[in-house]
């Protein structure tokens, strides 16, 4: 990681929808590989990278934001807010004082209210370059996405099942992609499943696994009512988060995982009864 100077943190993000998927195999490794002094921007192993390199990534125009930017290492006059914070005496902000490692070094930006164009310029914050630390996609960025919560398909899909036999759940652990720009430069963001909560809706103990289920007869996530009843199951699904340049192939991961919560469908449990018949039921 590079050691660029102090930072702050960048607020402009333009968010893009999730889009599907296309050819992905393999599942995200959940830590970096023994002994690996991994921080923020680290390249995470080939699994994830074979994973997410083909996800597709889509622009969506946002509204302009309330202010306007600017983006130079030139100061103000000495009347605007922060000027003495960064500023020498030759009016330029001073650069960081290591250097940006084969990455491009990013202006320092100011912004004002796009309502009072003679209003004072604000500066947001000093000299950065992608890679460090705490830059460019926080924690709080990423919870913040769109993320489309997974799939939920049960079995039997009738809106019935019977107490005492088999219920199966499953989901689609596709990762999804999102496009954001941050200070005029663009990022892909990743989300990938990593956990699954399955509650099948009648107080029995939360099933966690790392596995999204599969159809029958290859199912891995199932349960048996015990009593008759109307259910509803639910997943909560934790995800997550890469990083990358638009122009590198190298994704880093994000600390901490993001949630998303899945209603399934209502179903009806019934209880099968056995009767004594006089008759023959040849």
């Not at 946002?62 to 914070?85: S, V």
């Not at 990455?103 to 500066?123: A, K, M, V, Y």
């Not at 992609?177 to 107080?203: N, Q, R």
């Not at 009843?229 to 639910?234: H, L, M, Y």
């Amino acid at each position: 990681m590079s050691t660029c100077g102090p930072m702050a943190r960048i607020q402009a993000l333009a968010v893009a929808m999730s889009m599907a998927v296309l050819g992905m195999l393999g599942t995200p490794s959940a830590v970096a590989a023994a002994g690996q002094d991994c921080n923020f921007w680290c390249t995470r192993d080939t699994e994830i990278e074979g994973r997410l390199e083909k996800l597709d990534l889509l622009r969506v125009r946002t509204p302009a934001p309330p202010r306007t930017y600017r983006y130079t290492d030139r100061c103000f006059p000495m009347y605007h807010i922060r000027m003495y914070d960064y500023c020498d005496r030759d009016g330029v902000i001073p650069r960081p004082d290591g250097a940006c490692e084969e990455q491009e070094l990013i202006f320092p930006r100011w912004s004002r209210l796009r309502d009072d164009p003679e209003g004072n310029w604000t500066l947001e914050s000093g000299f950065t370059c992608p890679g460090d630390g705490d830059y460019p996609f926080t924690y709080e960025d990423f919870i913040a996405l769109p993320i489309t919560p997974s799939t939920l398909t049960v079995q039997p899909n009738t809106g019935w099942v019977y107490a005492g036999l088999e219920t199966i759940a499953y989901t689609d652990d596709s990762p999804q992609g999102f496009l954001v720009s941050l200070m005029d430069i663009e990022f892909a963001v990743a989300a990938a499943p990593l956990e699954y909560e399955w509650d099948f809706g009648d107080g029995s103990p939360i099933v966690i696994t790392d596995d999204p289920g599969a159809p029958w007869p290859d199912h891995s996530v199932s349960h048996m009512y015990a009593t008759a009843g109307n259910v509803t199951p639910t997943l909560m699904t934790r995800w997550e988060g890469y990083v990358r340049r638009a122009d590198s192939t190298s994704w880093s991961a994000i600390s901490g995982v993001a949630s998303t919560t899945t209603t399934g469908p209502a179903i009806t449990v019934h209880t099968a009864r056995t009767r004594l018949v006089e008759d023959s039921l040849d």
